[in-house]
């Protein structure tokens, strides 16, 4: 009886061991999660004096070895990926200011664009995804939105390295770094035209009004799918919404956040005539699991410009 006591006692011991050893782990990374995402936030806010004068983008075309400079498509794709460009040598500027260093997707369409590892502690990492969208000019306030990542294999199974560079759960938290911008109309003949290099500063910004903008991802989520039939992970496209990071998930938290992207289109609900049909929003999620629908933050209505 006294060594099954003891037993117990020692039982108990190591439970708590383990128990306090988890915690501290957990407050250690929320801890650097909270000091990461301010660094991050005051990096987002002064971005805007290395890409751009005068409100436009100093970027204005392609050089060839013959000083020809060709300009610069409006084609989203593009800008995107020379934004990335223009802006990553910042990017390692940054993060060695901070005691971290990058280590970039192994393959184009891995998760996430960029993962920061802190040099002292390699298990402190955080993902970071580029994402770049456009005012849309017929809602003011509003932009296109994008994509904030996968709601497939590894988002589900936090363990699994399919299309990720490393298990979800290994990073301390998932951040979005944004640029949302203006367009400039240009005329069809300003895109098709080759300069001089001695006539840079005539070629015409194809887009111009930067707002940067970084914020842990399920913050900026709406419950919607961000693109066609891939499983990805839509953002809201309220631009005031989205600097203040007043996602659909603000009032619910991580948590169910995570709940409910790795359950979408699998729960199945009834509909208001009866009929099955897969959950499709946080507001049917809620109803779902008996939760108080206040838990919702409703997104913002579109309004369009009057013409």
């Known amino acids: 009886m006294k060594d099954g006591k003891e037993t117990?006692?020692?039982?108990?011991?190591a439970?708590?061991?383990?128990?306090?050893?988890?915690?501290?782990?957990h407050m250690k990374k929320e801890q650097e999660k909270m000091l990461f995402k301010k660094q991050l936030k005051d990096?987002?806010?002064?971005?805007g004096q290395y890409i751009a004068l005068n409100g436009e983008w100093t970027i204005r075309g392609f050089i060839d070895i013959f000083k020809n400079v060709y300009t610069i498509s409006s084609d989203t794709k593009i800008v995107s990926k020379i934004l990335e460009l223009h802006l990553f040598p910042h990017f390692l500027a940054f993060a060695r200011n901070i005691g971290y260093y990058i280590e970039l997707?192994?393959?184009?369409?891995?998760?996430?664009?960029?993962?920061?590892?802190?040099?002292s502690d390699k298990s402190i990492k955080f993902a970071v995804d580029l994402k770049t969208t456009y005012?849309?000019?017929n809602h003011p306030g509003f932009c296109n939105g994008f994509t904030l990542g996968s709601h497939g294999e590894y988002f589900i199974d936090r363990k699994s390295t399919k299309n990720i560079q490393y298990p979800y759960d290994d990073y301390s938290g998932h951040f979005c770094l944004g640029i949302i911008y203006s367009r400039n109309e240009l005329d069809k003949y300003d895109e098709t035209r080759i300069y001089s290099i001695?006539?840079?500063?005539?070629?015409?910004?194809?887009?111009?009004?930067?707002?940067?903008?970084?914020?842990?991802?399920?913050?900026i989520a709406s419950d919607k799918g961000g693109s066609g039939n891939t499983a990805n992970i839509g953002s809201i496209n309220n631009i005031a919404d989205i600097l203040a990071g007043n996602g659909v998930f603000a009032n619910a938290g991580e948590e169910?956040?995570?709940?409910?992207?790795?359950?979408?289109?699998?729960?199945?609900?009834?509909?208001?005539?009866?009929?099955?049909?897969?959950?499709?929003?946080?507001e049917e999620y809620l109803k779902y699991r008996g939760l108080p629908k206040e838990l919702?933050?409703?997104?913002?209505?579109?309004?369009?410009?009057?013409t």
């Not at 192994?106 to 802190?118: A, G, H, S, V």
């Not at 500063?201 to 940067?212: C, L, S």
Request: avoid cysteine; proline fraction near 3%; glycine fraction near 4%.
């Open 8 to 13: 117990d006692v020692f039982k108990q011991l």
């Open 15 to 25: 439970d708590y061991v383990n128990n306090y050893e988890s915690e501290y782990i």
């Open 43 to 47: 990096f987002a806010a002064g971005l």
């Open 105 to 119: 997707a192994t393959f184009q369409n891995w998760y996430p664009d960029l993962t920061f590892i802190k040099k």
């Open 135 to 137: 005012r849309d000019e």
């Open 198 to 219: 001695d006539n840079v500063g005539q070629i015409p910004a194809v887009i111009r009004n930067f707002t940067f903008f970084a914020e842990e991802k399920w913050r």
């Open 256 to 282: 169910l956040f995570d709940d409910y992207w790795a359950n979408f289109g699998k729960i199945e609900v009834l509909d208001k005539n009866g009929k099955r049909k897969k959950l499709s929003s946080f």
């Open 296 to 306: 919702s933050n409703k997104k913002a209505p579109k309004t369009k410009r009057n």
